[in-house]
């Protein structure tokens, strides 16, 4: 309670001090007007879903199983983007195929990266990646609260009458965000440290890794428009059967083919290593899932490495809700 206190003080200075003109004006809620925003990735479709709730009318481009590094705009999503008032994406290269189109945007329509008020230091540089961040910082819960502020203020800005229940909606979300990274923590120490080493499809769960300490390698690098050769293959499989792994993991948004390489590599060396599961990594799941939102998406995740990593009872099933 106190805690929202001093958010709403905050944002009460903040609005003291806001001159700037964002572009368009927003549509009259006396009259029923939502705001029309328009996301890419479902975890950022999920935020402005919680913050704007009925004030917005959100479209999300990238539905379940999509790929954000491989993702082109269509003519429909251009449409889609050319009409909304306010666009949020992910940044950080994540879209890297909708750069040009997302800048082109930008001339007219406020878009915003939500990812680009985070502290640099926070961010992770892996080497494979050549100079640039690493964009899933949504594997790390408070790192995406910090998202989660970006998409208030930008809401709060924009439409400057409903401040009050952006800041609100934003506060109690980001109580239940405080609550699943101490979930994710507490079933992550489950696992015996030395056994927390997490094989995925693509480097995405850097962030993951270095929150809940585990090692991570994907097969593929942070971004999966470079395609995994036979020599990563065989590397992989050496380093799972030398470390004796039990369980390397599908993503939900990449093709399950080369990982599938990697266990027939590792069984051909004499260790039998199994699949652990899909992880839900750069997309959701199913709408009407719990998969299907960000909190829900993380719980399985860990959920899930966690029952693959150390056998037994599925870890969600011991713990009350
Ligand atoms: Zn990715």
């Excluded at 924009?158 to 507490?186: F, G, I, P, Q």
């Excluded at 290593?273 to 960000?294: Q, R, W």
Aim: charged fraction near 20%; hydrophobic fraction near 40%.
């Amino acid at each position: 309670m106190q805690r929202l206190y001093i958010s709403l003080c905050l944002m009460v200075s903040i609005l003291v001090f806001i001159g700037c003109d964002p572009k368009g004006k927003p549509p009259d809620a006396s009259v029923g007007g939502k705001l029309r925003v328009v996301t890419t990735i479902g975890m950022i479709t999920d935020i402005v879903k919680n913050v704007g709730a009925e004030r917005v009318e959100v479209t999300g481009l990238m539905g379940p199983g999509v790929d954000p590094h491989l993702y082109k705009a269509s003519a429909g999503d251009v449409q889609r983007l050319t009409s909304a008032q306010l666009i949020f994406y992910n940044g950080l290269h994540l879209e890297s195929k909708m750069g040009d189109i997302l800048a082109k945007m930008s001339g007219n329509t406020k878009t915003i990266a939500v990812t680009d008020t985070v502290d640099r230091n926070l961010l992770l540089t892996p080497p494979e990646f050549e100079g640039q961040y690493d964009p899933h910082l949504w594997f790390d819960v408070t790192l995406w609260m910090k998202a989660v502020g970006k998409v208030r203020d930008t809401l709060s800005e924009y439409d400057s009458d409903n401040t009050l229940m952006y800041w609100t909606n934003a506060e109690r979300y980001l109580a239940k965000l405080s609550e699943l990274h101490e979930y994710v923590k507490v079933q992550a120490e489950r696992v015996p440290s030395e056994q927390r080493i997490l094989v995925t499809a693509h480097d995405a769960f850097n962030y993951f890794g270095k929150a809940y300490g585990f090692e991570v390698r994907g097969l593929q690098g942070i971004s999966t428009a470079t395609e995994a050769g036979i020599a990563d293959v065989q590397e992989l499989a050496t380093f799972i059967a030398e470390k004796r792994i039990p369980a390397i993991f599908l993503e939900s948004s990449v093709s399950s083919r080369s990982l599938t390489a990697v266990q027939a590599a590792v069984n051909s060396k004499g260790f039998d290593v199994k699949i652990g599961g899909e992880l839900f990594s750069d997309a959701m799941g199913n709408k009407g899932t719990p998969e299907g939102t960000y909190i829900g998406m993380v719980r399985y995740n860990i959920d899930t490495i966690v029952k693959a990593l150390i056998g037994g009872t599925s870890a969600s099933s011991m713990v009350e809700d």
